[in-house]
């Protein structure tokens, strides 16, 4: 859900105040005498916009309260008009409970909607028993005006003859299965009030420290390859599912995991945009996995329109995001990571409206679109804590740069390892075009990152537990559409690269590629494939020590490579398509090209290696084919 153009028309001619301390790695930002934020090209300032909208996840949730009837909800904008869609979900009726819609919608006036419950789900509406058991739980829809999908929301009710409605603690997003190993896993949820909640596994009680909204709570002492039911309590309620422990690293049996990147809302109306992500794809993808038994679905970036000026916008996408996989990830670990479409940031523009500058926003420690992704998701704390001790860290005393925390990160399944990679951290999407801020380059895995891929491949090479490894970042290595001219290529050029604090790195994209392939190629025997998206199809790319990776005029060493490597670039989740460009070097060892929406299965078994694509939509087979 992207709402810049209505930002830009009602507040444009407002600067934006924070009063917070600029960063080091930063350069020409300052605050003038009232306290707002600018920066300087040939004494021209050009200052910061801001974000304001009643369109935030608390007032899209719509403030429920219950009265005799039903469910008044307020949205917090009188001039709000538009549409409720809503239904009842009955969580005994399947093991992925989901609305069933009623056929009537309630009208948003004033923004202001009442859903009538007792007048228009009950009888032979009432297919979830809440009449009998005083208990429900609803499901409904925003739209605007327009009848555009704006948020997917759940709340839960009480019922009584002589009270009528109360809201009703909720879990308003999860319960999700994720941090899975050979003994446990993370169980993580929202709730629409603070609570201690508690989840029971095998006999056992597990539960939260303190009352909280945001529930993680660890599973453990388990057994290995082992299916195990849970329920969840949370006050009056219980919702129960299950899932499958890891087996023991190097047992060496067969499974399945699944590949797909980029559902930010499509075109094609309805559900390809339900608030910025394309809910559509997304959940018969989800499906699709959950069908054919993987034991985990990696999707590497893009998941929702982004580009927010505040984490309020970018909250709202992300729910919407989750909504579209939850009843699946009930079940299985969908492990999410960061892609350029994921960036929170600072917008400085001209008096005509043009962006100048976007650069990550600060302070990084909570508002970076990092540190929000962490704040949205649950993934390992194993990665690298930040680019601070770098050569180009600016101030060796202090915290520079932002946390890398849940966004660089690797997990294990059997005996395959998976390395998830930031290739848009510290993310600034105009720094080719006016480097004077500073911030990172769109496809540029920065120094102690790097560093860290290095540390961490080396562990895999010398486990005799891991025997393939699989590397997942955003951006393709080999881009071969609309990422040509940028994602790790840059049209073949090697000049753009980050600037810190005013100063540009040491080394360009294409070296800084080359840095990363050797590691991946000449320090390891087991990386079989890069995992890619940003580029809106699916193709594969068999990348040989023979096959040309360089432009025709090259003053750099280049690289030898000793062994083979597979990319697999699957962007089709629901993003609008990009065809396929055939100007790159690497163009007859890229095979498959496809715009249809896809899902990349990879099955392991033993030493064994292969993958089948089938397109969720259709059901067709793709393409398949032997890794290893």
Not at 3 to 14: D, G, H, K, R
Not at 228 to 234: A, E, I, L, R, S
Request: charged share 20%; proline share 5%.
């Amino acid at each position: 859900m992207k709402f810049l153009p209505f930002v830009f028309a009602l507040f444009l001619s407002l600067p934006i105040s924070y009063a917070q301390e600029i960063p080091d790695v930063y350069a020409g930002f300052k605050y003038d005498d009232a306290g707002q934020l600018y920066y300087s090209v040939k004494d021209q300032k050009y200052y910061a916009t801001p974000f304001e909208s009643f369109l935030t996840l608390d007032n899209l949730k719509g403030h429920p309260k219950g009265d005799k009837e039903g469910l008044k909800f307020d949205f917090g904008d009188s001039s709000f008009k538009g549409s409720m869609y809503y239904g009842l979900i009955n969580f005994n009726d399947s093991k992925y409970p989901t609305p069933v819609w009623y056929k009537k919608k309630a009208k948003i006036k004033d923004g202001k909607a009442y859903i009538n419950i007792k007048k228009r789900l009950s009888g032979i509406y009432d297919m979830s028993d809440w009449e009998k058991a005083g208990i429900g739980t609803l499901g409904y829809r925003v739209t605007n005006k327009k009848g555009k999908l704006l948020y997917d929301g759940v709340i839960s009710f009480h019922f009584s003859a002589e009270k009528g409605f109360e809201v009703a603690t909720t879990i308003t997003e999860g319960p999700f299965v994720n941090n899975l190993d050979a003994n446990g896993a993370t169980i993580w949820f929202e709730t629409n009030k603070p609570i201690v909640a508690e989840i029971s596994v095998n006999g056992r009680q597990f539960h939260d420290v303190v009352e909280t909204t945001q529930h993680e709570i660890i599973i453990n002492g388990l057994q290995p390859n082992t299916q195990y039911d849970y329920t969840v309590h949370y006050k009056d309620y219980a919702q129960s599912y299950s899932f499958h422990t890891a087996p023991k690293d190097g047992t060496r049996q067969p499974f399945v995991f699944a590949y797909v990147s980029d559902s930010r809302a499509g075109k094609g109306g309805g559900e390809r945009d339900l608030g910025g992500t394309n809910f559509y794809a997304m959940r018969k993808i989800a499906a699709l996995a959950n069908f054919n038994k993987v034991s985990f679905m990696q999707f590497t970036g893009d998941l929702v329109n982004g580009y927010a000026l505040d984490k309020k916008e970018i909250n709202v996408e992300y729910a919407n995001w989750k909504r579209a996989i939850e009843p699946f990830g009930h079940y299985f670990p969908i492990i999410a990571a960061q892609g350029n479409h994921e960036a929170v940031g600072m917008v400085f523009r001209d008096g005509n409206g043009k962006t100048k500058s976007f650069v990550d926003k600060f302070p990084f420690q909570t508002e970076s679109c990092s540190a929000v992704f962490a704040q949205n998701f649950v993934n390992p704390l194993n990665g690298p804590r930040s680019e601070d001790g770098a050569y180009y860290d600016p101030n060796p005393d202090k915290v520079d740069f932002p946390p890398y925390d849940e966004t660089v990160f690797y997990y294990t399944y059997d005996n395959v390892a998976v390395i998830v990679l930031n290739s848009n951290y510290f993310y600034a999407p105009t720094i080719t075009r006016d480097s004077s801020t500073g911030g990172n380059l769109h496809g540029y895995i920065m120094d102690q990152q790097l560093k860290w891929l290095k540390k961490t491949v080396d562990m895999f090479e010398n486990d005799e537990d891991i025997d393939h490894v699989f590397v997942t970042q955003h951006t393709p290595t080999f881009p071969n559409s609309a990422h040509t001219k940028d994602d790790m290529w840059y049209s073949g050029n090697n000049g753009p690269r980050p600037t810190i604090a005013g100063k540009p790195v040491k080394k360009g994209i294409i070296e800084r590629r080359d840095e990363y392939l050797d590691i991946l190629v000449n320090h390891s025997t087991k990386v079989v494939a890069m995992l890619t998206g940003d580029e809106h199809n699916y193709n594969k790319v068999k990348i040989t020590p023979d096959v040309n990776i360089y432009p025709n005029i090259y003053p750099y060493p280049k690289l030898e490579r000793k062994r083979t490597i597979w990319q697999i670039n699957n962007g089709s989740a629901g993003a609008p398509y990009y065809a396929q460009d055939k100007n790159v070097p690497w163009t007859n060892a890229t095979s498959n090209f496809s715009t249809q929406f896809a899902l990349v299965l990879i099955y392991v078994d033993g030493q064994h290696v292969s993958a089948r694509v089938f397109n969720p939509d259709t059901l067709e087979l793709m393409d398949e084919w032997t890794l290893k």
